[in-house]
């Protein structure tokens, strides 16, 4: 079986939601600058702990740690929204709202990834790639 994703931001919310769902504080992965941006939001907005950066074999790994050992995760549902066969783009006046305001969504736009509410306040559209709650 090949390490190597076709769709690797899809990739990445897999893991994280296998890790929580057998109990696994961290989660190691292949890295790239978008998995990274996306990771370093959630643990901005409080649904992961830290995030690094480290040297793997081949290129650079990154690790997300979800949670501490006596602790439960704060993530109870992360999925794709956008996906390849179907890009979801929307205006700044129409960006989704997650769980009337209790979760997140990454929103990709032309100044960089940020929350849907970042977003809104910007006056920014783009691709919704994920939600969060």
Do not use: W
């Amino acid at each position: 079986m090949s390490k190597v994703s076709t769709e690797p931001i899809a990739d990445m919310l897999t893991r994280i939601r296998n890790a929580i769902l057998v109990r696994k504080t961290e989660v190691s992965l292949p890295h790239s600058n978008v998995k990274e941006s996306i990771a370093t939001l959630l643990k901005d907005n409080g649904y992961v702990d830290d995030v690094k950066v480290g040297k793997a074999e081949v290129g650079k790994q990154l690790t997300i740690t979800i949670n501490d050992e006596d602790s439960n995760a704060r993530i109870t549902e992360i999925a794709r929204v956008s996906k390849p066969g179907r890009r979801n783009y929307s205006k700044a006046t129409k960006l989704p709202v997650a769980k009337r305001g209790r979760g997140i969504y990454v929103i990709s736009t032309s100044q960089g990834l940020m929350t849907d509410a970042k977003a809104r306040e910007l006056g920014v559209g783009g691709e919704v790639i994920c939600k969060v709650y």
